[in-house]
């Protein structure tokens, strides 16, 4: 078990609606990233926070937005929820100095599905 | 988009065997990452290789990185009906801002 830990575990939500998942990273970690996972696929990167600001995003639309918090947790958001944003949400938390060379450590996730 | 490819998508053995597993990517990268996965929960770092690194060990485990031929193989020694699970590589893009993934191997090891 990592430091981190997600909520809610579990969501069910209706086309159009909004969502926020939450995420507190591991204790001394100041980064925070985003991914979203398919079923029978592998994590795609989202964004990632970095001393709350986005320091990075990958190929998802801007109703796709997030924050980070003073103390580095973190929340997603989204909005106009579509069918296909069924799907688990991982945050994971890494921490500072090479970040090149940084293990990400990841929280159990948030299973969202879209009716 | 996905960096890493895993092959075999499925894999199957008996307990005790070895797993072997393989991926491919195809921009350079600073490192290679082996992620584990049980059944749709969070994602277990198993082993971190650098680029300058070819062979890397870790209990069971054993990676190795050809970065000529942009490949990297995770090998579970003397495997358990507990190391079933999916495993992922992932590659670090710019300062490990965007890990990419591949789809993973589902390895199903049989008691």
């Known amino acids: 078990e990592t430091g981190v830990t997600q909520s809610p575990t579990h969501l069910i939500k209706t086309r159009g609606q909004q969502v926020t998942l939450r995420c507190s990273s591991q204790?001394?970690?100041?980064?925070v990233s985003w991914y979203q996972q398919a079923l029978g696929q592998g994590p795609q990167f989202i964004f990632q926070?970095?001393?709350?600001?986005?320091?990075g995003r990958g190929n998802f639309p801007p109703r796709f937005s997030g924050l980070q918090f003073p103390n580095y947790s973190s929340e997603l958001n989204v909005n106009a929820l579509e069918l296909d944003d069924s799907a688990l949400y991982l945050c994971?938390?890494?921490?500072?100095?090479?970040?090149?060379?940084?293990?990400?450590?990841f929280g159990p996730g948030t299973r969202l599905t879209v009716l | 988009s996905q960096q890493g490819e895993e092959d075999p998508q499925a894999l199957s053995i008996q307990e005790g065997e070895n797993a072997t597993m393989n991926c491919s990517y195809k921009?350079?990268?600073?490192?290679l990452q082996w992620y584990r996965q049980n059944s749709g929960r969070g994602l277990v770092h198993l082993i971190l290789i650098r680029s300058n690194e070819r062979e890397k060990h870790s209990g069971r485990l054993r990676v190795t990185l050809d970065t000529s031929k942009k490949s990297s193989s995770l090998l579970i020694t003397a495997s358990r009906a507990a190391d079933t699970a999916s495993y992922f590589c992932?590659?670090?893009?710019?300062?490990?801002?965007?890990?990419?993934f591949g789809a993973g191997t589902r390895l199903t090891v049989k008691p």
């Open positions: 992932a590659t670090p893009q710019y300062n490990n801002n965007d890990m990419r």
């Open positions: 926070y970095y001393r709350e600001e986005e320091n």
């Open positions: 994971a938390s890494s921490g500072t100095g090479a970040l090149s060379y940084n293990e990400q450590f």
């Open positions: 204790s001394g970690h100041n980064t």
């Open positions: 921009t350079s990268i600073n490192n």
